[in-house]
């Protein structure tokens, strides 16, 4: 007889008493964990005041909790009598009936929490969804969606889940982990007519003015990375780029911007850009045509 119907059978075996008392615990047990999971969610509410720790940190008691739970069920039913080859025989039938996605996905939260890919609160893009995590479980990720027919940075209000086994199959782009900024670019085509440089001035002026403030966190936390990691040393101050073209000049702003700002932050500056280029008479150039004159279809006939 196999180790699996050996444990059934000793199932039916137990006395009447010995199964009443393991089925009570075995309901008392999931009632005592949510019991003291909510407990040690309001100390946590009160303890730690940041948004993101504290969903974090949360989420983790959340799982260690759950798992022992579950491991103290299966200990009520497993007597002590049973030999090593019982406990061995349900864990193989466990795995056989655990679904290979399942496994995967349970894999996928592991590598997640080991290599600490991604936390509660960071913006990340993965298959094709990219939004803010607001949780992590044994099995799936839960993101608020960013993006999509919002065309921007912004919430569209669906909430996604991914299955972790995604992590094998696909990159992850993390938006703010271990930095937390992103370099973001505003191009304004300027026509040659135009005073191009003082254009370029005012974009960088700008620039300054709504980086300023970041600077000087984002750098530091730059050359943190950089001594982690082997990436080239770069400047966080805004800078201007230029590319001449056959019709007009395309003028770069290339600044650092808040992971969780850019559409904010690229908005307050366009609409400031283009009210001082319209003091300055300065004109933003596009692919319309003049048409400066026709020729007479008269003088043509007549040669003709």
Same mark, same amino acid.
């Given at each position: ?11 039916? *075996? ?10 009570i615990l075995s309901l008392v047990i999931p009632l005592g964990a949510w019991i003291i999971y909510q407990i040690l969610k309001r100390i946590i509410k009160r303890q730690?005041?940041?948004?993101? $720790? ?11 909790? @759950? ?7 299966? +200990? ?16 193989? #039938? ?5 679904? $290979? ?46 993006? $999509?027919?919002?065309? #921007? ?13 995604? +992590?094998?199959?696909?990159?992850? @782009? ?24 003082? *254009? *370029? ?40 780029? @230029? ?11 290339? @600044? ?10 690229? #908005?307050?500056?366009?609409?400031? +850009?283009?009210? $001082? ?28």
């Open positions: 007889m196999s180790p699996f119907f050996e444990l059934i059978d000793s199932l039916f *075996a137990i006395d009447s008493s010995v199964l009443l008392y393991s089925i730690i005041k940041d948004v993101t $720790q504290r969903h974090s940190l949360r989420a983790l008691i959340r799982n260690i909790i @759950f798992v022992t739970a579950i491991i103290m069920i299966i +200990l009520v039913w497993l007597r002590p009598q049973q030999n090593l080859t019982v406990i061995i025989g349900l864990a193989v #039938a466990g795995i056989i009936l655990a679904s $290979q996605s399942a496994i995967s996905s349970f894999s996928g939260y592991i590598l997640i929490v080991s290599s600490n890919l991604y936390g509660i609160g960071d913006r990340i893009s993965i298959n094709n969804v990219t939004g803010d995590v607001m949780d992590i479980g044994f099995m799936r990720t839960t993101i608020m969606e960013i993006g $999509q027919w919002v065309k #921007a940075d912004q919430y569209t209000g669906r909430i996604v889940t991914i299955s972790n086994k995604a +992590l094998y199959d696909n990159p992850v @782009f993390n938006y703010t982990r271990n930095w937390g900024y992103l370099w973001d670019e505003i191009m304004i085509p300027v026509t040659y007519n135009d005073d191009w440089q003082r *254009a *370029a001035d005012i974009m960088l002026e700008h620039g300054n003015k709504y980086t300023a403030e970041l600077q000087e966190d984002a750098e530091a936390k730059l050359e943190k990375l950089v001594d982690r990691f082997p990436l080239k040393q770069t400047k966080v101050e805004p800078a201007i780029y @230029f590319v001449m073209t056959d019709n007009w000049i395309e003028i770069t702003l290339r @600044f650092v911007v808040d992971a969780q700002e850019r559409r904010m932050v690229k #908005a307050n500056l366009y609409r400031e +850009l283009l009210h $001082q280029f319209d003091e300055d008479k300065i004109t933003v150039a596009s692919a319309t045509v003049d048409i400066v004159g026709f020729p007479s279809p008269k003088g043509d006939l007549d040669k003709s």
